[in-house]
Nanobody, 123 residues
């Protein structure tokens, strides 16, 4: 198991940017593919992005493609989500998660989760 702690949430203006971080501890961070999900009130948890163990491959949900960028620094045991051109509909609690394999987009395929960080985008 790997323990995950998100940070960087807060209030942003529409059209603005925000960077989320997720710090990992426990078993080797570089052995996990990582993902970001989000959940708005009354909605299901939504896939945002995932990155493979080395950081060389990434995949995004359609709603954030071209605006968000996932990256990782294995030396710092941290995964990031750079969010640009934010929209009010990006308002949600954002979660990072770890998976044994790359390519998954379902929450059930990620075994470790952080506690989440709230992002609110005002119009």
């Amino acid at each position: 198991q790997v323990q995950l702690v998100e940070s960087g949430g807060g209030l942003a203006q529409a059209g603005g940017s925000r960077r989320l971080s997720c710090a990992a501890s426990g078993r080797s961070f570089s052995s996990y593919a990582m993902g970001w999900f989000r959940q708005a009130p009354g909605k299901e948890r939504e896939f945002v992005a995932t990155i493979n163990r080395s950081g060389g491959s990434t995949y995004y949900g359609d709603s954030v493609k071209g605006r968000f960028t996932i990256s990782r620094d294995n030396a710092k045991n941290t995964v990031y989500l750079q969010m640009n051109s934010l929209k009010p509909e990006d308002t949600a609690v954002y979660y990072c998660a770890a998976s044994a394999r790359y390519g998954y987009t379902r929450p059930a395929d990620f075994g470790s989760w952080g506690q989440g960080t709230q992002v609110t985008v005002s119009s």
